[in-house]
């Protein structure tokens, strides 16, 4: 499947409906076209994929306005275009065995609390700096605007989560993750980040003056982060009206200094457009409803922009490491028995709290806790991997496949037999179409569905 017009998706879902697609090719060359697209509850399940995007606002993957699910599984990713992210969520969009490369965007933008789950892939950004309006160059953006395109949420929070995978990109400022106006649970397991810690910092946690993302000033971000089994490098940035829960567990290893830095978005937000990162054409909105920022913790509660302090709480288990690589202030500090707290010649750090030298190292570097002290570390459902959430097992019927996947592997969920049988009936009643390629010159979608039941490709 092939489009050359503005606006042109691959595959569309919409209005709940359910597409399944099978071993196809797509290619877009026009803006706001992309790849497969799922709004309003549409669903799109697809396993060994081909798909390649070379306009502006125009994702491999993506959910708009109303929220939508896409699982795909096996497939290759290639964008070019600036604002063109290999993912797109302002719903929930979950991969496997998933490769791709995109050139003018970041690897993943998610709007919203919605959700971003990636397992076994290996995905990469190789733009050097900001693309389309972003306030910083950025490997993963997360963020909510006042486009109105994700005024639907699949959660309490936005979720990351990336699982045996490896994140690449090649930005020279900014930062691997960067989050504002939005509450976000950053979960990374087993996975490799590459990028030049040297240039870029490892997470940025702020509010803006950009794009009337939120109200500057008041429009920071409350972020939990949590590394299991990872090796993780690079400075972190928290600024005044924003948090930090940070949990290093599992033999994960940090290396860096955690900064909290004054809010600088006292400045009035401009007044351009929203500008989200993946601008659609059926969702592209004027709204102007204000994002709300209300699930700040209790710590960010005693913050305001004319406070430099901001709530930085770490977390680390008895088999994690934590190389401090310069003086760091946090509000809390949770170590537990074990837990190795160093510089980067391995001597040990002095952590003082409430003014008292409560370890004592030989390292010429200090953690200033102002907060709390313990050798206790609790966790909860944000610091555990999420399972997916689209299930995969009525597609796996359909084909004779085995794609469906799970933080444990190959997922054995069956839906409930009256259900599957439902669906697996009604697939059976459509026939597979071959690939095709579609002129969109006298059509205005490669594959415009407006679903109210489901079509197989």
Do not use: C
């Amino acid at each position: 499947m092939s489009s050359d017009s503005e606006g042109s998706n691959g595959i569309f879902a919409t209005n709940q409906g359910t597409v399944y697609s099978e071993k196809n090719s797509i290619t877009t060359t026009k803006g706001n076209s992309r790849g497969l697209d799922a709004t309003y509850g549409g669903t799109i399940i697809a396993n060994d994929m081909t798909i390649q995007t070379a306009g502006d606002h125009s994702a491999s993957l993506a959910t708009d306005r109303g929220g939508g699910n896409i699982s795909v599984t096996n497939s290759t990713l290639h964008t070019s275009g600036s604002g063109s992210p290999l993912l797109y969520s302002t719903g929930a969009i979950e991969v496997s065995g998933v490769t791709g490369t995109a050139e003018g965007s970041q690897i993943a933008g998610m709007e919203g609390l919605n959700h971003i789950l990636i397992y076994d892939s290996d995905l990469s950004s190789t733009i050097t700096d900001k693309t389309a309006s972003d306030p910083v160059a950025n490997g993963v953006i997360i963020y909510q605007s006042t486009s109105g395109d994700a005024d639907t949420s699949t959660g309490e929070s936005a979720q990351f989560q990336a699982v045996n995978s490896s994140l690449h990109s090649k930005i020279e400022s900014g930062a691997m993750f960067y989050v504002t106006n939005t509450t976000a649970n950053i979960l990374l397991s087993n996975t490799t980040l590459d990028f030049d810690s040297a240039k870029a910092k490892l997470l940025q946690i702020e509010g803006n003056d950009a794009n009337n993302w939120g109200h500057a000033g008041s429009n920071g971000a409350q972020v939990t982060f949590t590394g299991r089994n990872e090796t993780l490098t690079g400075d972190i940035s928290v600024d005044s009206i924003s948090s930090l829960d940070l949990y290093l567990l599992d033999g994960t290893t940090y290396t860096g200094q955690i900064q909290s830095i004054a809010n600088a978005g006292s400045q009035s937000a401009n007044g351009g457009g929203t500008a989200d990162q993946d601008t659609s054409g059926a969702a592209q909105s004027s709204g102007t409803a204000a994002a709300s920022n209300d699930a700040n913790t209790a710590t960010a509660e005693t913050t305001n922009a004319e406070d430099t302090a901001a709530p930085i709480t770490v977390n680390i288990d008895a088999n994690s490491t934590w190389v401090v690589t310069g003086d760091t202030t946090l509000f809390a500090l949770n170590a537990e028995d074990g837990a190795k707290i160093v510089d980067e010649s391995g001597k040990t750090v002095s952590i003082v709290a409430d003014g008292s030298t409560v370890v004592k190292g030989d390292s010429n570097i200090t953690i200033t806790v102002t907060g709390t002290y313990s050798q206790n570390v609790s966790t909860s459902d944000a610091n555990d991997l999420s399972d997916t959430t689209i299930d995969r097992s009525s597609f796996d019927q359909y084909y004779g496949t085995t794609t469906a996947f799970s933080t444990s592997g190959t997922s054995t969920k069956i839906e409930d037999s009256t259900e599957a049988a439902e669906e697996t009936s009604d697939a059976a009643q459509l026939v597979p179409s071959e690939e095709e390629d579609t002129n969109t010159s006298t059509q205005q979608s490669a594959m415009p569905w407006i679903m109210v039941g489901a079509v197989v490709l």
